[in-house]
């Protein structure tokens, strides 16, 4: 049944992994766990809702406990980001994360059929690489600008138009991303790029709005 969608690998255990157990008020909790419904349910749908509701109650109750210092990993508490979702497809990711938001969780789906390069963001990121490569080209750094990813409001990008001081100080900022990326090479000068622009918190917050290091759906 999932052997073409969730292979199953052989795999050893790690040997640092019992230094750092997972425990819960202060029990060591077992490496795996299986949930039964308590009622019959009828449909599909419905087993999915109580099944995504039951894992975002159970990740909420563990982040709670984090909260408390009572849900560790080793001798630290456990983050939003230690937690992964295992979905079968983007209908089960959609009803975990719907499920996780109403709790005031946030995150993020990772998907490995569905291509980066064909997201609204990696348009954007194109833009944008463009206009570092070429930070005196007007056209493209206007282009850059313009873009979800900088998200500057029509009234900024028409005050350009006016405030040569402002338009300098773009052009001066992109010439030093132009000229990390020839001195450093790219990952550098994306780490800068993303560092001062806050790109990261803004690809997180997503649809839910809230940026967060969440649990990721993934499949």
Same mark, same amino acid.
């Given at each position: 049944?999932?052997?073409?969608?969730?292979?199953?690998?052989?795999?050893?255990?790690?040997?640092?992994?019992?230094?750092?157990?997972?425990?819960?008020?202060?029990?060591?909790?077992?490496?795996?766990?299986?949930?039964?419904?308590?009622?019959?349910?009828?449909?599909?749908?419905?087993?999915?809702?109580?099944?995504?509701?039951?894992?975002?109650?159970?990740?909420?109750?563990?982040?709670?406990?984090?909260?408390?210092?009572?849900?560790?990993?080793?001798?630290?508490?456990?983050?939003?980001?230690?937690?992964?979702?295992?979905?079968?497809?983007?209908?089960?990711?959609?009803?975990?994360?719907?499920?996780?938001?109403?709790?005031?969780?946030?995150?993020?789906?990772?998907?490995?059929?569905?291509?980066?390069?064909?997201?609204?963001?990696?348009?954007?990121?194109?833009?944008?690489?463009?206009?570092?490569?070429?930070?005196?080209?007007?056209?493209?750094?206007?282009?850059? @600008?313009?873009? $979800?990813? &900088?998200?500057?409001?029509?009234?900024? %990008?028409? !005050?350009?138009?006016?405030? #040569? *001081? /402002?338009?300098?100080?773009?052009?001066?900022?992109?010439?030093?991303?132009?000229?990390?990326? @020839?001195?450093? $090479?790219? &990952?550098?000068?994306?780490?800068?790029? %993303?560092? !001062?622009?806050?790109?990261? #918190? *803004? /690809?997180?917050?997503?649809?839910?709005?809230?940026?967060?290091?969440?649990?990721?759906?993934?499949?």
């Amino acid at each position: 049944m999932y052997n073409r969608d969730i292979p199953f690998l052989p795999v050893d255990a790690a040997n640092k992994a019992d230094k750092t157990p997972f425990t819960l008020a202060g029990q060591p909790q077992t490496p795996l766990n299986l949930w039964f419904g308590e009622r019959e349910i009828q449909s599909k749908k419905s087993y999915l809702n109580s099944m995504a509701q039951a894992c975002a109650s159970h990740i909420a109750d563990v982040l709670a406990a984090a909260a408390r210092g009572e849900a560790l990993i080793g001798d630290r508490p456990v983050e939003a980001k230690d937690i992964a979702i295992l979905v079968r497809d983007r209908t089960e990711a959609n009803a975990v994360r719907q499920a996780l938001a109403g709790r005031a969780v946030a995150s993020v789906y990772l998907s490995g059929r569905e291509s980066v390069f064909n997201s609204q963001e990696a348009v954007d990121l194109n833009l944008i690489l463009q206009a570092i490569q070429h930070p005196q080209d007007e056209r493209r750094l206007r282009a850059a @600008l313009a873009t $979800g990813l &900088l998200d500057y409001p029509a009234s900024f %990008l028409e !005050r350009l138009n006016r405030d #040569e *001081q /402002l338009w300098e100080s773009l052009v001066a900022e992109f010439s030093g991303y132009h000229d990390c990326w @020839l001195n450093l $090479g790219i &990952l550098p000068m994306l780490r800068r790029l %993303l560092a !001062r622009r806050q790109l990261a #918190e *803004q /690809l997180l917050a997503g649809e839910q709005g809230a940026p967060t290091d969440g649990p990721a759906a993934s499949r």
